[in-house]
């Protein structure tokens, strides 16, 4: 077991900033956020200077004398023992080191008097995510909606995917600037004995507009101006700060600062000249600065910290909201502050911007997605089926081809069933597709993933930078058109996938009660040596079986073979079917599904058909599938009245040499189930989980989450007299 976290305190004066704790703060950002330029140890020294004023203190945590986390918390807290960030208004983005999961139990017993909560605020969970953290309950709340975009290929490429009315705007804009008289001019300040008078510009253009006559705007003056001097004279020195302007022959039209390191560009701040908005200089600014930044940055990434309302998303290539995260000493505290709060005006404020309500609405309309749904994956346009083939790379349930099947074979024969493959779209992008079925089940109406019993792993097919609020609208459409369902149930789903924590979260924040639940055991090889030294790993006894039967299989006719397809394919699928007609298994309910999977495989170059001959009788068949470095074992068969000759484990072992030696896959996969002779062959076991998602709105769904609970409380006893799976789940 691993010796618990120390936690520290460290009062720091404003004069003071981090102190001696300046090296272990820079380490530990470019270990834990790749040396982000908003929690550089520069960069939080010059918050403290200028905005605090009160001082913070600095958390750190520490084990075996190695520092794990640090963190800047208010000096004081707020009342009742709430303590939150240290978080002036010039970043967007908390003075937090904090790995994901680490215990924060520590944190909360060192800080003074008894702390009953500590707000994270301006948490980004693209770095780390701090919203599910062991042993303590957490709250977690969007803050703010912020956007990258990423400096992949060409700008030509990456302005050719924004939308057209984006497009058409930007054309008319730099039309009426370019007719002006005195030409445009982008000007780029980098040098540090240039950065200087490019502050003071940016901060004259600031107060000359609405910030100046509401006393907001930077000054050369004020602790704001005196702030970003600081900053960008310090980054300019390390060559990592720049400050782009627009001009119109003398007159400054927009300036934007920003700091650049490591191929990550994080915007600061911008302002443009109010006499000059029918040009739309901001827009035109952020143009030129990011076609800049492709070359300057190729392969980077330019982060945006804002609170992007539509129009500004229309530049994004990826969105993600900004959370505040509240972690409680005690499970009841979330629940007693939230009837305080409800019941007190004063409580609301004393509980500051951390404690905001944020209307899911809004999110989802903000977030600029669409939901397109259909029926068949016939129907799918070509940049869904290209989402849906990527993740099919992973596993090919998850591919179009595999839902084709399943549905002309299986849910086409079942009237009662609604297929339903919905589409989540932002800026005409897919980001996210999730296949599923509308159908009865135990509670009633119930809408599931698109799988059955012959389905090994389901997930949601999703781009790469999709967060689980990104599928917000996703997940309350679904709801929506629900048609009052009780439940929603996605099975069997890899629980250390990041699909599954996706889906999970997005459930629950489309207000459904989630739980995860055991789908059953699947035993699996990691492939790491050839057929011969794996043989030689396995027990003596399936050794012997192997040798001794293989003389005798032999001796008395039979023969192996591996059909893969071709001429060959309708005869070994005729094979099959005897063979399975022969075996112990009970028929197929839909007799159509397994010919037209190995049709399918066979065009796809994945089928391993194996199949054991005696003379001219097939008396052993298998289904292997190996694809994408893994072969999975999918269907075997033997005819019982040849048990004695082992044709099921001969046909086993030529498959598995096959798989190692020539397929040389990664992984060999057994699937479903926890059958014994399954560990014979392979080494490894983990478990595949299903979520379940009660609607609380709807009397069976009541019902639904009430079984649940108490289910779940038997089995935490059963576990505990170890009589029970501690994942079975009876309402499964």
């Known amino acids: 077991m691993k010796p618990g976290l120390d936690w520290q305190l460290h009062p720091l004066s404003a004069a003071q900033g981090l102190g001696p704790h300046r090296e272990a703060w820079d380490r530990l950002n470019q270990q834990l956020m790749g040396g982000h330029g908003m929690l550089d140890g520069f960069f939080v020294e010059a918050l403290l200077r200028h905005f605090g004023e009160r001082g913070a203190l600095l958390a750190v945590a520490r084990r075996d004398g190695e520092v794990l986390a640090m963190l800047l918390i208010s000096q004081q807290p707020r009342g009742l023992g709430v303590w939150s960030s240290f978080l002036p208004s010039q970043t967007q983005i908390g003075p937090s080191l904090t790995p994901a999961g680490l215990d924060l139990s520590g944190l909360l017993s060192a800080l003074p008097g008894y702390a009953s909560e500590l707000d994270l605020l301006c948490n980004d969970p693209r770095f780390v995510d701090l919203r599910e953290l062991p042993r303590l309950p957490v709250q977690s709340q969007p803050h703010a909606l ?11 490429d990456y302005w050719a995917q924004r939308p057209r009315k984006l497009i058409q705007n930007m054309r008319r804009y730099l039309r009426r600037l370019q007719a002006e008289p005195g030409g445009e001019r982008l000007a780029v300040i ?13 901060a004259a253009l600031e107060s000359s507009g609405w910030k100046g006559r509401e006393g907001t705007a930077v000054s050369h003056d004020n602790p704001q101006g005196r702030f970003y001097a600081e900053v960008m004279r310090e980054f300019a020195a390390r060559g990592e700060a720049l400050v782009y302007e627009l001009w119109l022959g003398e007159d400054l039209l927009a300036s934007r600062m920003l700091l650049l390191r490591g191929g990550m560009a994080v915007m600061l701040k911008t302002a443009f000249h109010e006499q000059f908005e029918r040009f739309a200089p901001g827009r035109i600014l952020l143009l030129r600065t990011l076609e800049d930044l492709f070359t300057r940055a190729p392969g980077g990434c330019v982060e945006f910290y804002t609170n992007a309302e539509a129009d500004l998303l229309a530049w994004s290539t990826s969105q993600r909201w900004i959370n505040h995260v509240s972690v409680y000493r005690h499970a009841g505290l979330p629940a007693l502050y939230g009837l305080l709060r409800r019941g007190s005006r004063g409580w609301r404020g004393w509980r500051g911007r951390s404690s905001q309500p944020v209307d899911t609405d809004i999110m989802v309309l903000r977030s600029g997605a669409s939901i397109d749904t259909y029926v068949h994956v016939q129907e799918l346009p070509a940049d869904v089926l290209a989402l849906m083939h990527k993740a099919e790379r992973q596993h090919v349930e998850l591919g179009a081809d595999w839902y084709a099947n399943l549905i002309d074979t299986v849910y086409a024969s079942e009237p009662q069933a609604q297929v339903r493959i919905h589409v989540l779209r932002r800026q005409g992008r897919p980001l996210a597709v999730l296949p599923t079925v509308a159908q009865s089940g135990a509670l009633g109406r119930e809408i599931s993933a698109l799988s059955n019993y012959y389905t090994a792993i389901f997930a949601p097919a999703l781009e790469d930078d999709v967060e689980a609020e990104d599928l917000m609208p996703l997940t309350r459409a679904l709801r929506r058109a629900g048609g009052g369902a009780a439940a929603y149930r996605f099975s069997p789903m890899d629980p250390d996938s990041r699909e599954f924590a996706l889906l999970k979260r997005a459930l629950t924040l489309a207000g459904l009660s989630t739980h995860a639940y055991f789908s059953f055991g699947n035993w699996y090889e990691p492939v790491r040596q050839n057929w011969a030294e794996y043989l030689k790993n396995r027990s003596g006894q399936l050794r012997s079986t192997i040798k001794r039967m293989g003389r005798k299989f032999a001796g008395e006719g039979g023969r192996l073979e591996i059909v893969r397809g071709g001429e060959a ?34 065009r796809r170059g994945w089928l391993r058909l194996g199949l054991a001959w005696l003379n001219d009788k097939p008396v052993a068949a298998q289904i292997w599938i190996v694809a994408n470095g893994r072969a999975n074992i999918y269907k075997l068969a033997y005819d019982q009245a040849y048990k004695a000759l082992a044709p099921g484990t001969l046909l086993t072992a030529l498959l598995m040499e096959q798989a190692l030696d020539q397929d040389r896959v990664q992984e060999v996969d057994y699937l479903i189930g926890d059958a014994p002779y399954k560990a014979e062959w392979m080494s490894q076991r983990r478990e595949r989980l299903g979520l379940v998602a009660y609607d609380p709105l709807t009397l ?3 019902l639904g989450l009430a079984r649940q609970t108490i289910g779940n409380v038997w089995r935490r006893l059963q576990a505990q007299r170890g ?3 501690p994942n079975d789940n009876p309402a499964s």
């Not at 912020?146 to 030509?156: A, I, K, N």
């Open 146 to 156: 912020t956007m990258s975009v990423t400096l992949r290929g060409s700008f030509d």
């Open 190 to 202: 980098s040098a540090p004995e240039d950065i200087g008078a490019a502050v003071q510009r940016y």
């Open 569 to 602: 394919l309708e005869g070994a699928l005729a094979a099959y079917r005897d063979v399975y007609a022969h075996s112990w298994k009970v028929p197929e309910p839909y007799a159509d599904f397994v010919p037209g999977l190995i049709r399918l495989c066979a």
């Open 700 to 702: 069976r769904g009541l």
């Open 723 to 725: 009589t029970a799976h």
